[in-house]
Nanobody
Framework: QVQLQESGGGLVQTGGSLSVSCEAS????????MAWFRQSPAKEREFVAA????????KYADDVKGRFTISRDNMKNTVYLLMNNLQPEDTAVYYC????????????????????WGRGTQVTVSS
């Protein structure tokens, strides 16, 4: 059974930091580009960050670039998202997902290009 499980969400004040994790079971993350998406009541699901299977390349949404860092540890079958200088507009449920093609030539941003998803972890930033 394939499962992606996010953890580490919580409540943080504006300007604070938080790290969320995504641990995979039933599939080897060495074979997949991975990404983080987020969704809040006021917005549609949006791309946050992606990383190649080998960690050679990363891609970030413009509104998180310079604040968020995506990383992975394939030996632990885990992907991470370190979020710094958090703002209220970062409040959302954060989801991790695996590229449905495994390791395509480029990192992709549409949610439809991903197949397996975690159930999400809530991140709330108070002002």
């Amino acid at each position: 059974q394939v499962q992606l499980q996010e953890s580490g969400g919580g409540l943080v004040q504006t300007g604070g930091s938080l790290s969320v994790s995504c641990e995979a079971s039933g599939l080897a993350l060495t074979n997949y580009h991975m990404a983080w998406f987020r969704q809040s009541p006021a917005k549609e699901r949006e791309f946050v960050a992606a990383i190649t299977a080998s960690s050679s390349t990363t891609k970030y949404a413009d509104d998180v670039k310079g604040r968020f860092t995506i990383s992975r540890d394939n030996m632990k079958n885990t992907v991470y998202l370190l979020m710094n200088n958090l703002q209220p507009e970062d409040t959302a449920v954060y989801y991790c997902a695996s590229d449905r093609l495994g390791k395509p030539l480029t990192l992709r941003t549409p949610a439809g290009d991903y197949y397996y998803w975690g159930r999400g972890t809530q991140v709330t930033v108070s002002s």
